[in-house]
């Protein structure tokens, strides 16, 4: 069983930056960032291996976003710089047990609340 709990969404203009954490209990695999914009499905935006350190992200985001990790406070934290208005959505945090979990959304079995994002122009 793994619990996990998003905080650090929030409003900001294009061209800023948010950090997005995700504390975790419990053992995963891999965790990964998820968002779902008003109308449409449900995208794998960033994931990284827990044990590896491999990353693994969304063409859109790439070189914008960064997913990192600190297992002192068992907490993934998803770095987004540049942010762009279409990059609004609420994002998710999940945690997949499959060794090859990337960004498929059926690799995840456990999800967080989800913390809005939104991005003005």
């Known amino acids: 069983q793994v619990q996990l709990v998003e905080s650090g969404g929030g409003s900001v203009q294009a061209g800023g930056s948010l950090r997005l954490s995700c504390e975790a209990s419990?053992?995963?695999?891999?965790v990964g960032w998820f968002r779902q914009a008003p109308g449409k499905e449900r995208e794998g935006v960033a994931c990284?291996?827990?044990?590896?350190?491999?990353?693994f992200y969304t063409d859109s985001v790439r070189g914008r976003f960064t997913i990192s990790q600190d297992n002192a406070k068992n907490t993934v934290y998803l770095q987004m710089n540049s942010l762009k208005p279409e990059d609004t959505a609420m994002y998710y945090c999940?945690?997949?047990?499959?060794?090859?979990?990337?960004?498929?959304?059926?690799?995840?079995?456990?999800w967080g609340q989800g913390t809005q994002v939104t991005v003005s122009s």
């Open positions: 419990g053992t995963a695999y891999a």
């Open positions: 990284r291996h827990i044990r590896l350190g491999s990353t």
């Open positions: 999940a945690a997949s047990t499959y060794w090859g979990a990337r960004l498929a959304r059926a690799d995840y079995g456990y």
